[in-house]
């Protein structure tokens, strides 16, 4: 098998159109995973009482990684904005994501200044966002163990949402913990 041909076949590579994943995930990991509303605005419904919290665990500039490049249509070597974070429920990681977004197509959105508050809640208000095809993997982020987060991970996926001149790569990973809490299966 050519290179090429092992990263398009759906067995092998990172990253799967999330219909390909269906069969392989339960119902109720199909309700966190397929949904394109605000996955801040659901962690919170779903954690009741629980306090909601974004974690930030780095941001800054640097290059994304090769299939992150891919997805956003960018080389590799471009500079892109690169925000990691912890979505915590009481304090729990529930859900880690790591948004990239090219650093030229940046202009005066102030990403850098949302610091602890959610881009999920500037990102949903922005009038005219479009969110491209969600993918999904079985693997885990290669940044959990880096920031010491203890934690299986479910299932992540990704899209890339498009606003103005903007293309931002936001990837979420579910957590054990958050199976865990809500009683969900493993995958
Ligand atoms: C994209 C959303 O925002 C969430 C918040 C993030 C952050 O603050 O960096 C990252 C990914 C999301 O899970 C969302 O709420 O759907």
């Known amino acids: 098998m050519t290179a090429a041909a092992f990263r398009q076949n759906p067995l092998f590579s990172r990253w799967r159109p999330i219909d390909a994943a269906r069969p392989a995930m339960s119902a109720s990991w199909w309700q966190w995973v397929a949904s394109t509303d605000s996955l801040t605005a659901r962690l919170m419904v779903a954690g009741g009482e629980k306090p909601f ?9 640097g290059w994304p990684r090769q299939d992150e490049a891919q997805a956003l249509g960018i080389g590799a070597k471009r500079y892109a904005w690169l925000r990691e974070v912890a979505l915590c429920l009481d304090e729990t990681p529930w859900v880690v994501a790591r948004s990239v977004a090219p650093l030229t197509q940046l202009k005066g959105q102030r990403l850098e200044s949302l610091g602890e508050r959610s881009l999920g809640s500037w990102l949903f208000r922005q009038p005219g966002l479009v969110r491209g095809p969600l993918e999904a993997t079985k693997q885990p982020p290669h940044f959990i163990s880096v920031n010491g987060i203890d934690g299986s991970c479910a299932w992540g996926r990704r899209s890339v949402f498009y606003h103005g001149g903007l293309s931002l790569l936001v990837q979420e990973y579910f957590l054990g913990a958050m199976a865990d809490d809500l009683g969900l299966p493993s995958r």
Not at 55 to 61: D, K, M
Request: glycine share 12%; proline share 0%.
């Open 53 to 61: 919290r974004v974690r930030l665990l780095h941001q800054g500039v």
